[in-house]
């Protein structure tokens, strides 16, 4: 399978979705994340520029699980930052194009569009337009993100989890990749989604009429939006609905 997450930032896929992705790349899938930005211009980390240190870690991020990444920009210099990430024709057709022409993968994920950071607004609402555009039936997922800070809370708002992924396993690797950005307080981001990540596991558990001792202990929560099907049955050995 060829899967794409789409992010705002360096850190999201890590942050979100990295369970799954270390799932999927244990298991010889392809996978690919598009980052829209890379910090701010004229912020540095150190005597660095900050995007360098950011894209950096990212990429230290994804060697470690054999994941490819990839930059925006790299494809047109839409000169892009944190917080500057807006819904234009420019970034709505590259991203389509990237989308449906160069990757052209079995299943994309993305962020929840009811999101209180612009930056995730945006990449996902462009998402969703290069996915579910007349006659498409790509396959498409939401994941939900929180704010790392010392009193964490939901940046995605109105969340309903339709699938749910394991990551008990590749806990451990899922923080590694984590603690690879360095320049954004790793601590923090971990110690604020640890308890979101338990909290989804008891959730599943109680509406699989499971018992809440023993099995899935962390998960990532995701939302599934394609347009009608069955579950890609690959996809399907990873993500389980209650």
């Given at each position: 399978?060829?899967?794409?997450?789409?992010?705002?930032?360096?850190?999201d896929?890590?942050?979100?979705v990295?369970?799954?992705?270390?799932?999927?790349?244990?298991?010889?899938?392809?996978?690919?994340?598009?980052?829209?930005?890379?910090?701010?211009?004229?912020?540095?980390?150190?005597?660095?520029?900050?995007?360098?240190?950011?894209?950096?870690?990212?990429?230290?991020?994804?060697?470690?699980?054999?994941?490819?990444?990839?930059?925006?920009?790299?494809?047109?210099?839409?000169?892009?930052?944190?917080?500057?990430?807006f819904?234009?024709?420019?970034?709505?057709?590259?991203?389509?194009?990237?989308?449906?022409?160069?990757?052209?993968?079995?299943?994309?994920?993305?962020f929840?569009?009811?999101?209180?950071?612009?930056?995730?607004?945006?990449?996902?609402?462009?998402?969703?337009?290069?996915?579910?555009?007349?006659?498409?039936?790509?396959?498409?997922?939401?994941?939900?993100?929180?704010?790392?800070?010392?009193?964490?809370?939901?940046?995605?708002?109105?969340?309903?989890?339709?699938?749910?992924?394991?990551?008990t396993?590749?806990?451990?690797?899922?923080?590694?990749?984590?603690?690879?950005?360095?320049?954004?307080?790793?601590?923090?981001?971990?110690?604020?989604?640890?308890?979101?990540?338990?909290?989804?596991?008891?959730?599943?558990?109680?509406?699989?009429?499971?018992?809440?001792?023993?099995?899935?202990?962390?998960?990532?929560?995701?939302?599934?939006?394609?347009?009608?099907?069955?579950?890609?049955?690959?996809?399907?050995?990873?993500?389980?609905?209650?």
């Amino acid at each position: 399978m060829k899967i794409l997450f789409t992010t705002a930032h360096p850190d999201d896929m890590e942050t979100a979705v990295g369970g799954l992705v270390c799932r999927l790349t244990q298991a010889g899938h392809q996978v690919s994340t598009i980052v829209a930005t890379s910090g701010r211009k004229n912020k540095k980390v150190g005597d660095r520029p900050m995007a360098e240190v950011r894209e950096e870690e990212s990429r230290m991020a994804h060697d470690l699980v054999g994941a490819r990444l990839y930059f925006l920009q790299s494809w047109f210099p839409l000169e892009l930052e944190t917080g500057s990430l807006f819904d234009t024709w420019e970034t709505r057709e590259l991203l389509a194009y990237l989308i449906n022409s160069e990757f052209n993968p079995d299943a994309v994920f993305t962020f929840w569009p009811v999101d209180v950071h612009p930056d995730h607004r945006v990449i996902g609402s462009i998402t969703m337009n290069a996915c579910l555009q007349k006659d498409s039936n790509r396959e498409i997922l939401c994941f939900e993100v929180w704010a790392g800070t010392t009193s964490p809370y939901p940046q995605s708002l109105h969340f309903h989890p339709t699938h749910y992924a394991d990551i008990t396993d590749v806990l451990d690797r899922k923080k590694e990749m984590l603690f690879c950005h360095k320049s954004q307080n790793p601590q923090g981001l971990w110690d604020s989604n640890i308890g979101l990540w338990g909290q989804r596991a008891l959730e599943y558990k109680k509406l699989a009429g499971r018992s809440l001792y023993g099995g899935e202990q962390y998960m990532e929560a995701y939302t599934r939006l394609t347009r009608h099907g069955e579950l890609h049955p690959e996809l399907a050995k990873f993500l389980i609905a209650p």
